[in-house]
C-alpha cells in the first residue's frame, strides 16, 4: 500500500511568484494536514482538511491557502513569494476517530527554494 | 493551548551507551504524545505514541519513553546507542479531540553518535 506521496519533491521559485503543492493521502484516510519545516526547526502547522473541510488554520499569512479533493487528496498554495517561504512542506494524512487521532503518516516532503 | 519543550537541542553519546531525550509537555486537554525521528533529507517516521493507555510505551527500534502526568514529561529512551540512530527528534503533542488534528512540534533533539 502507498504511503503519502508528495510532488514535487524540490521546486526552485522566484520571488512574487506563486506555487502549488500537491499531496495524495494514505488510501482511506480523509484528513490531511500540511506543515512548514524551516531549516532547523521543528514543523509548523499550517492547516487540516478532514472530509473536503478546513478544520484547522495555522498562524500564516493569507497567502497561503489549501483545498481538499472528493478522492481527499490536497494542494497547498502560496502566492506571492517570499524569501522566507523557503522550507520543507510536509504534508501529513491521518485518520480521524471519536478518540482523536492516533497516527500521521507524513510524506516526504516538498523542499522550497525562494531565489 | 499545548505546547512542547525539548530541553537539549544536540545530544551526543557514545556508541552502546544509553540514550535520552527530554520532552516536558503542556497541554489543557488530556493529550496524546509521540515522538517522531528525521533523518537527513528524509521524511518524518513515528516512533512510539502514547494515547492515554499504557504509561510505558515501547516503539520500533528498541526505543521507549514513559509518561509521567505529574512531572509532565514524555522523555524517550534507549539502552544502547547505534550509529543508525544518529538523527533529529521531535517530540509531539496532540489534544484527545475528535476532528482536532494539529500537532504541535517541539523545536528538536539532534542526536549524536560517537563511534
Known amino acids: 500500500d502507498a504511503g503519502v506521496t508528495q510532488s514535487p519533491t524540490h521546486l526552485i521559485k522566484t520571488r512574487g511568484q506563486h506555487v502549488t503543492l500537491r499531496c495524495s493521502p494514505i488510501?482511506?484516510?480523509?484528513?490531511v494536514s500540511w506543515y512548514q519545516q524551516v531549516l532547523g526547526q521543528g514543523p509548523q502547522f499550517i492547516f487540516q482538511?478532514?472530509?473536503?473541510?478546513?478544520?484547522g488554520r495555522g498562524n500564516f499569512p493569507d497567502r497561503f491557502s489549501a483545498r481538499q479533493f472528493p478522492n481527499y487528496s490536497s494542494e497547498l498554495n502560496v502566492n506571492a513569494l517570499l524569501l522566507g517561504d523557503s522550507a520543507l512542506y510536509l504534508c501529513?494524512?491521518?485518520?480521524?476517530?471519536?478518540?482523536?487521532?492516533?497516527?500521521?503518516?507524513f510524506g516526504q516532503g516538498t523542499r522550497l527554494t525562494v531565489v | 493551548a499545548q505546547s512542547v519543550t525539548q530541553l537539549d537541542s544536540h545530544v551526543s553519546v557514545s556508541e552502546g551507551t544509553p540514550v535520552l531525550l527530554r520532552c516536558n509537555y503542556s497541554?489543557?486537554?488530556?493529550?496524546?504524545l509521540f515522538w517522531y525521528v528525521q533523518h537527513p533529507n528524509k521524511g518524518l517516521q513515528l516512533l512510539l505514541k502514547?494515547?492515554?493507555?499504557?504509561?510505558l510505551v515501547k516503539g520500533i527500534n528498541g526505543f521507549e519513553a514513559e509518561f509521567k502526568k505529574s512531572e509532565t514529561s514524555f522523555h524517550l529512551t534507549k539502552p544502547s546507542a547505534h550509529m543508525s540512530d544518529a538523527a533529529e527528534y521531535f517530540c509531539?503533542?496532540?489534544?484527545?479531540?475528535?476532528?482536532?488534528?494539529?500537532?504541535?512540534f517541539g523545536t528538536g533533539t539532534r542526536l549524536t553518535i560517537i563511534p
Open positions: 488510501s482511506g484516510h480523509k484528513s
Open positions: 502514547y494515547t492515554s493507555a499504557a504509561t
Open positions: 501529513a494524512s491521518s485518520t480521524s476517530r471519536q478518540e482523536g487521532i492516533t497516527e500521521a503518516f
Open positions: 497541554s489543557s486537554y488530556s493529550p496524546s
Open positions: 509531539v503533542v496532540i489534544p484527545l479531540s475528535f476532528g482536532n488534528e494539529k500537532l504541535t
Open positions: 482538511y478532514y472530509e473536503k473541510e478546513e478544520r
